[in-house]
T-cell receptor, first 118, second 114 residues
Framework: AQKITQTQPGMFVQEKEAVTLDCTYDTSDQSYGLFWYKQPSSGEMIFLIYQGSYDEQNATEGRYSLNFQKARKSANLVISASQLGDSAMYFCAMRERSGYSSASKIIFGSGTRLSIRP | DAGITQSPRYKITETGRQVTLMCHQTWSHSYMFWYRQDLGHGLRLIYYSAAADITDKGEVPDGYVVSRSKTENFPLTLESATRSQTSVYFC?????????????FGPGTRLTVT
């Protein structure tokens, strides 16, 4: 069964520093996708970045990048030059199997609460 | 308004009562999902739907019922609410389950069962 593990329940980082949020996953499929979402204190879920299992390059979106190490089954989120507004819960998620199957679905890790210190 | 909406945003109900949480999306996305969010568990998938009249169980479906008679609506019903169903419920939709298509989430419904 697929599984997502986020081992850091909480992190404190100084403003302007870079931060890495860990995510490891377990799947027996060759085709899968990895997502990161941000959930600020207001509660909404905000999509940040996506990495496909066959993508050779690490995904980047502005200050967000995904450090994808396929052999280690890890998909860590890196936030460069952290800002106070980055304080939030961050969830790693994985979609497994071919997208054409109705059995394909996304599961989430338990999240990491990131707090940025001024 | 375009997007995905949930109603009610807050609900308090008593044990044993039936309650329905509504979800509506305006994008005509094929795929819709219901999650519950509890401290320490992240988001857990309750049910999902690939199209109108096609639904399937997720990780924690017991005690919940869904239907999808129209593409844009995906209501979640708790047939006999229990205290363990106190949670924040998120509805989500997605255009596709292939590639980088992300899920778009509604604002959530905070349900308290007393």
């Amino acid at each position: 069964a697929q599984k997502i593990t986020q081992t850091q329940p909480g992190m404190f980082v100084q403003e302007k520093e870079a931060v890495t949020l860990d995510c490891t996953y377990d799947t027996s499929d060759q085709s899968y996708g990895l997502f990161w979402y941000k959930q600020p204190s207001s509660g909404e879920m905000i999509f940040l970045i996506y990495q496909g299992s066959y993508d050779e390059q690490n995904a980047t979106e502005g200050r967000y990048s995904l450090n994808f190490q396929k052999a280690r089954k890890s998909a860590n989120l890196v936030i460069s030059a952290s800002q106070l507004g980055d304080s939030a819960m961050y969830f790693c998620a994985m979609r497994e199997r071919s997208g054409y199957s109705s059995a394909s679905k996304i599961i989430f890790g338990s999240g990491t609460r990131l707090s940025i210190r001024p | 308004d375009a997007g995905i909406t949930q109603s009610p945003r807050y609900k308090i109900t008593e044990t044993g009562r039936q309650v329905t949480l509504m979800c509506h999306q305006t994008w005509s996305h094929s795929y819709m999902f219901w999650y519950r969010q509890d401290l320490g568990h992240g988001l857990r998938l309750i049910y999902y739907s690939a199209a109108a009249d096609i639904t399937d169980k997720g990780e924690v479906p017991d005690g919940y019922v869904v239907s999808r008679s129209k593409t844009e609506n995906f209501p979640l019903t708790l047939e006999s609410a229990t205290r363990s169903q106190t949670s924040v419920y998120f509805c989500a939709s997605s255009e596709s389950l292939v590639g980088s298509y992300e899920q778009y989430f509604g604002p959530g419904t905070r349900l308290t069962v007393t």
